[in-house]
């Protein structure tokens, strides 16, 4: 699906991040990952060594556009023109209503979030318009279509990533540069896996009762696994989306079912 590609993925973490770079490696793309922590990457690329893929893991903070740009001369130095990439890096800003929600930790999310995915796509795009072709994914949550309470600020940060994503669709369709969003619910990974050992212990009953309990929110009858939803993105990168651009793509389960 991928072959001859060249993807960029920011927030490569032991969730959807990692699942993203070891799937998009096993369909054919050569793979550049993005993460303040190098301890993930450094597995992702020797998973993806040994199934005879390649990939890259470079720490950076996106917001530091230094760090950025050698993200990206590193990548291109490596392997080429990068015509893939997935914004992916988040930073949450406390489970809190959101007038209770201290303005720098908003202010924390909105800047890696939305600044942090302008600033990687800034660099990125001189390199798709040179290779005439380009797919942007932007990793948003569901939290900005269907509120959760405590979402609010990082919803917010999202939810300007979303028009963001619009407008890069608008006005770099002119180069072959597609952008389009893929809107997360929940996610069967280790953080939700966290949070449901965090509830369960709060509520005095197990894991498996609080995961019914979500599970049961969405017609197919479970939390999707975050390797699974990784494929809803490497669809939306490929040239099968080679007609999508501004489109935002629900992976949810069901959950929330736009009108």
């Avoid at 690329?45 to 230094?66: F, I, L, T, Y």
């Avoid at 050992?197 to 609080?210: H, I, L, N, P, S």
């Avoid at 599970?215 to 490497?234: E, F, H, Q």
Wanted: charged residues 20%; contains cysteine; proline residues 3%.
């Amino acid at each position: 699906m991928l072959r001859d590609e060249v993807v960029l993925i920011t927030g490569v973490g032991p969730g959807l991040g990692s699942k993203l770079a070891l799937r998009a490696a096993a369909e054919g793309a050569k793979v550049v990952m993005a993460a303040r922590s190098a301890d993930v990457m450094k597995r992702v690329e020797q998973d993806v060594a040994a199934a005879g893929g390649e990939a890259v893991g470079v720490q950076c903070d996106v917001r530091r556009p230094d760090e950025v740009a050698r993200l990206v001369a590193t990548a291109a130095d490596r392997f080429g023109a990068i015509t893939g990439l997935v914004n992916s890096a988040f930073g949450h800003a406390g489970f809190a209503d959101l007038l209770d929600t201290p303005e720098k930790a908003i202010r924390r999310s909105i800047d890696i979030i939305l600044f942090g995915a302008l600033n990687v796509t800034r660099e990125v795009v001189p390199h798709m318009k040179a290779a005439g072709r380009g797919s942007i994914v932007n990793i948003g949550t569901m939290t900005t279509r269907k509120p959760m309470r405590g979402e609010g600020g990082y919803a917010a940060a999202k939810a300007a990533m979303a028009t963001a994503t619009r407008f890069l669709a608008l006005e770099l369709g002119e180069h072959g540069i597609r952008a389009n969003q893929a809107v997360m619910g929940w996610l069967d990974g280790p953080g939700v896996r966290s949070y449901l050992r965090m509830t369960a212990g709060a509520r005095g009953v197990t894991e498996q009762d609080v995961y019914d309990e979500i599970a049961a929110r969405n017609p197919l009858g479970r939390i999707p696994a975050d390797d699974a939803c990784a494929g809803a993105v490497l669809f939306l990168l490929s040239r099968h989306a080679s007609e999508v651009t501004g489109a935002v793509l629900d992976v949810n389960g069901g959950e929330y079912m736009p009108a």
